[in-house]
């Protein structure tokens, strides 16, 4: 079945730093993936997403490269910032009519100033 | 525009005492929805989803059930809860037919069984 692997957490990072999260992927056939940020409390949003091999997906300066040579959907980051503190999901969802989504287990994201 | 409503947000519930969590979309017709439980500083597990009314598939075996009664409602419930039921709930809908488009999420219910 389909699956998803996400670095472990939590990360600690400064204001202004780079940030990589590494996620790879198990999937039959091509899959779309996501990116879903989670802040305290809440639900989850989409962050980016890409639907083909080769598709970059960007959004308030995240960025992460659907690589189907190495099954892998890496989010990015030049310069976080302390409201970047969040849980991030990697994710890709089922090509069939329920388009269920497969969910990697969470990355816990904390910026400090 | 498409908006759903999940409730409660918080519920603290004794063992062995009934469940039901509701969730509504409002803004678009007949989408796949979706219950999904976070257990603390874990991933989602996907617990039911729908295709259409009455149309319930269940992900795993367990102390819960979900229904359908009408396209856009979506009910999570149990009998009996377990302390093993505690977590967050999250509702979330996709348009149907359309896999490459992202899931939108409710804002969650933290269940406590106690």
């Known amino acids: 079945g389909n699956s998803v692997t996400q670095m472990e957490g939590p990360v600690t990072l400064s204001e202004e730093a780079f940030l990589t999260i590494n996620c790879t992927y198990t999937a039959t056939g091509y899959p779309s993936l996501f990116w879903y940020v989670q802040y305290p409390g809440e639900g989850l949003q989409l962050l980016l997403k890409a639907t083909k091999a080769d598709d970059k997906g960007s959004n308030k300066g995240f960025e992460a490269t659907y690589r189907k040579e190495t099954t892998s959907f890496h989010l990015e980051k030049g310069s976080v910032q302390v409201s970047d503190s969040a849980v991030y999901f990697c994710?890709?969802?089922?090509?069939?009519?329920?388009?269920?989504?497969?969910f990697g287990d969470g990355t816990t994201l904390t910026v400090k100033p | 525009s498409q908006t759903i409503h999940q409730w409660p947000a918080t519920l603290v519930q004794p063992v062995g005492s009934p469940l039901s969590l509701e969730c509504t979309v409002e803004g678009t017709s007949n989408p796949n929805l979706y219950w999904y439980r976070q257990a603390a500083g874990r991933g989602l597990q996907l617990l039911f989803y729908s295709v259409g009314i009455g149309q319930i598939s269940s992900e795993v075996p367990q102390n819960l059930s979900a229904s359908r009664p009408q396209d856009r409602q979506f009910i999570l419930s149990s009998k009996k809860l377990l302390l093993s039921d505690s977590g967050f709930y999250l509702c979330?809908?996709?348009?149907?037919?359309?896999?490459?488009?992202?899931?939108?999420f409710g804002q969650g219910t933290r269940l406590t069984v106690v």
């Open positions: 979330a809908w996709r348009s149907q037919g359309w896999t490459n488009t992202e899931a939108f």
């Open positions: 994710a890709l969802s089922d090509r069939t009519n329920a388009g269920k989504s497969t």
